[in-house]
């Protein structure tokens, strides 16, 4: 072992069994409280200012999640009768799912016995679809004019209606995946990736986490370490890389069906035009600053807290000009899973955040704060990697290193202990410039098992 992964791997170990990571929520992002509500004729300035701009863009996506994460309820269906209705909707549903015309008509005869077993086996296994070791990009999602399509060629289809010049779209994928992919978005009509590069990226191995045991050892596996990969915010390298000073984040799985996809691509738009108007109004302040003129800014875009607000002067404007800016849509909360926008408390300063349940204490005040959010992040972010004078900057300078996650898990029957980097759009966006927009809950569709699929957002 080198000097160097020693001292890594000691200060790993006291980030994981001696500090405490969590964050300090001071209050939730509401209405006129942080998060921007605009009518329908803002909306549409904002839309056309996009057009008059004409900006150039690209997409990043984090596409190496696995597909057997779909199918989870399958799996150990004898074992956990709880599951059973999620598998009886399943079966009876099977062949209004896009991937069923796949599946050969010998095999689609012996599941019509209705056998889970049978059915799961077909679709889990290497002998079968292989589901089970496909990311989920390359799961079959739609039926489109007759045409199957899956996450990838949906999304570039999608991005290319969007485009107003040449655009890059960049998937972050597992290793080892990228010839069938690519193969797969070839297969698209050329009208519907004319506009687009396609290119990929893995995340870097480097940034793996090492791993311990509760008694705070590290782990050997095979002859050498064991290690997991640090979370997506070890994907702010990979965002880094990206050469356009514009660009759109989304999952790979938040994909509407290709024909409801205009309203989705409208919400684009009138984002982008929201921080293209932020930021002429930032070169506007900057050359004749003022303190009203700061809080005029800050009416309008409601971006920093009172406690900012009552300190700034000339040099904090030279910072908030200085660094990433974003705008990101955020929905009404429904009660599903995820992570919010939120204000929150860093010794004597108050920031605007997303934060994710799993940086938040058990401490009864912090999860009602969280409990009680008014929105969500479905993650449908613009950024911009650029200062006002368009010189790029690094986005790692900007990540809180604070702000690292630990990660229990059991592994192989023993419960391991390791530290995720800072959340892509969490700490690792921290020092940003942050604007939150509410959005219309139709642009979020995620996928998270194969039954979202039934779902209107996902029928033509």
Known sequence: ??????????????????????????????????????????????IQLFFDEQPRFSFFIPASGSGSRMFNFLFNHESTPHNSNEIN???????????????????????????????????????GMNFSNLPKGLIPFHFVDGVIYNPFQEQVAQANDLMLKRGEIHFTIQEGFEEIVQRSINELSPLKKSKLKVSYSNQKSVTDAYCFDNDQNELIEEGGYLRRPAGHGALIQNLNLIDDDVVLIKNIDNVQHYSRS????????????????????????????????????????????????????????????????????MVKNEGGPGGGPFWVRDKDQITKQIVEGVEISEVEDQKNVFRDSSHFNPVLMVISKT????????????????????????????????LELPGLWNGSMSNWNSIFVEVSIDVFSPVKTSLDLLSNAHKD
């Open 1 to 46: 072992m080198s000097k160097d992964e020693k001292s890594i791997i000691n200060n790993q170990k006291i980030e994981v069994f001696e500090k405490e990571q969590f964050v300090n929520l001071h209050s939730a992002c509401s209405i006129g409280n942080g998060i921007l509500k605009l009518d329908e004729e803002y909306q549409n300035r904002l």
């Open 89 to 127: 909707i399943f079966v009876k549903n099977l062949s209004k799912f896009a991937f069923y015309s796949l599946i050969p008509s010998d095999e689609r005869e012996k599941m019509k016995d209705d056998d889970p077993k049978h059915i799961a086996d077909f679709l889990l296994s290497s002998g």
């Open 262 to 329: 205009e309203h989705s691509n409208a919400t684009w738009r009138m984002v982008m035009g929201l921080l293209l108007e932020f930021k002429k109004d930032l070169r506007k302040l900057r050359t004749s600053y003022s303190k009203e003129g700061i809080y005029e800014l800050n009416r309008k875009y409601d971006f920093l807290s009172d406690s900012e607000l009552k300190q700034f002067d000339a040099s904090d404007l030279e910072r908030i000009i200085s660094r990433p800016s974003r705008v990101c849509g």
């Open 387 to 418: 200062d006002l004078d368009g010189g790029a900057l690094d986005l790692t300078d900007y990540v809180d290193d604070k702000k690292s996650i630990i990660v229990k898990k059991m592994y192989r029957g023993e419960e391991i202990n390791y």
